[in-house]
């Protein structure tokens, strides 16, 4: 009964051992780590966004740019064609003021040739032939009044000739005017649309420029505090590690006295697993490896036997494995609770199988030499949470 409480007493020590510390404040220190650099991630993609957004308005006003200087260049080759034609014109209009004034004399001369024909008639005409001396001079006045008639034709002919040709001359001057004019006014508009175009995304790249600031800004606030969260977190988590480590280590130490002292008070609390043989051929520990011929750490003991020899378990419990295991071949491991399993290896034969109920002292297996073995005996471990723990004390060695 004794032996059953200590057992019991030993199994709860391994359960409770077993059980995760809770570190609610290191946690709560990577979720606010965590959270600062998505805040990071976040700003940083912001600010990305940002720069590409100013290298496009960027490209644009270089693009604005060039189209501004060559609107300009053109603008100067209408201002230069403006000139040209207004030199042109002047001179066109010079000629058209002369051409005027002769118009002028012209108009004056047929008034003056009007008003004589008016106040002397056709007989004033007829008087000047009818005065000739001779037939010679007849023909003479004739001539002379037909003369006079050709040369009244010629000068309304001309009158009407220049009159034509200052018309063209004025609508000439007022097309090419209009026209000249025109297209400059088309150019300072579209030069204007450009100015107002490029003043308008230098306006936005400013304020581009004030947003990248106050990211970059931001970023390096949050990066710091990222920083700073990350070593509270770290610092935190390596004191947990520490605190944990510790905290293992005393567990161990307890849990190894408490085995101390549950073996040295009952004398070992399993049943030796080969009844028909004391003899063992290895211990626990550090040892040549029989085959490899190196040192190597023996995670139990050998316990040397005839082929075919019982095998027993040594405390009760469930089995969990029976079968081929590696080196150790036909292999058979029992769970005892608690954290604590024995393994019996290189068996000839098993006779449990998975999920078996074994009592102590229940034959298991027979003895034999599968796997990496020299000779038939049994390989005997006991391991504690996984790890190898020195049958002897469990034995009462």
């Known amino acids: 009964m004794k032996r059953k409480l200590i057992l019991v007493l030993l199994v709860l020590a391994f359960f409770i051992s077993s059980i995760p510390i809770m570190a609610d404040n290191v946690q709560d220190l990577r979720e606010q780590y965590e959270d600062a ?31 501004m200087i060559s609107a300009t260049e053109d603008l100067q080759n209408i201002e230069q064609a403006l000139f ?10 010079q000629d058209w003021l002369v051409a005027q004034e002769e118009l002028e004399h012209q108009h004056e001369v047929v ?11 056709s007989m004033g005409l007829l008087s000047v032939v ?8 007849f023909l003479l006045r004739v001539e002379y009044v037909n003369n ?13 000739t220049n009159e034509a040709r200052v018309a063209r001359m004025q ?47 931001l970023l390096a606030f949050e990066q710091e505090h990222a920083a700073t969260m990350h070593a509270q977190w770290t610092e935190a988590y390596e004191a947990r590690q520490a605190q944990l480590a510790l905290e293992a280590q005393e567990r161990e130490r307890r849990q190894q006295e408490a085995r101390i002292i549950a073996v040295q008070s009952l004398g070992g609390i399993f049943t030796w697993p080969v009844p028909s043989s004391g003899d063992i051929s290895s211990g626990f520990g550090h040892r040549p ?38 080196g150790y071949g036909y292999t058979v491991i029992i769970d005892h609770g608690g954290g604590l399993h024995t393994l019996y290896g290189h068996n000839s034969r098993n006779l449990v199988s998975v999920g078996d109920f074994v009592e102590q002292g229940q034959l298991i297996a027979r003895i034999g030499s ?9 390989h005997f471990e006991v391991r504690v949470n996984g790890q190898p723990d020195n049958p002897g004390p469990w034995l009462g060695l």
């Not at 040209?84 to 209009?93: C, D, G, P, R, Y």
């Not at 008034?111 to 008639?121: A, P, V, Y």
């Open 130 to 137: 009818l005065r000739a001396t001779s037939l010679r001079d």
């Open 289 to 326: 490896h029989p085959i490899r011929r190196t040192r190597e750490h023996h995670d139990g003991i050998d316990i040397r036997a005839t082929h075919g020899s019982d095998i027993v378990a040594a405390y009760r419990g469930t089995v969990i494995l029976s079968g081929w295991h590696g």
């Open 111 to 121: 008034r003056t040739r009007l008003r004589d024909i008016q106040e002397q008639g």
């Open 148 to 160: 006079i008639a050709r040369r009244d034709q010629a000068m309304m002919a001309q009158l009407e």
């Open 171 to 217: 609508a000439e001057y007022t097309r090419h005017l209009s026209s000249v004019t025109a297209l400059q006014n088309r150019q300072e508009e579209y030069i204007q649309r450009l100015e107002a175009m490029e003043a308008e995304q230098e306006a936005f790249f400013r304020a581009l420029v004030a947003d990248e600031a106050s990211y970059m800004a």
């Open 84 to 93: 040209t034609t207004m030199a042109a014109l002047e001179l066109a209009e």
């Open 370 to 378: 599968t796997g990496v073995s020299t000779g038939p005996h049994l």
């Open 37 to 67: 650099q998505r805040a990071v991630q976040a700003t940083e993609a912001e600010l990305a966004a940002t720069q590409a957004e100013m290298n496009r308005i960027h490209e644009m006003i270089l693009e604005l740019d060039a189209r």
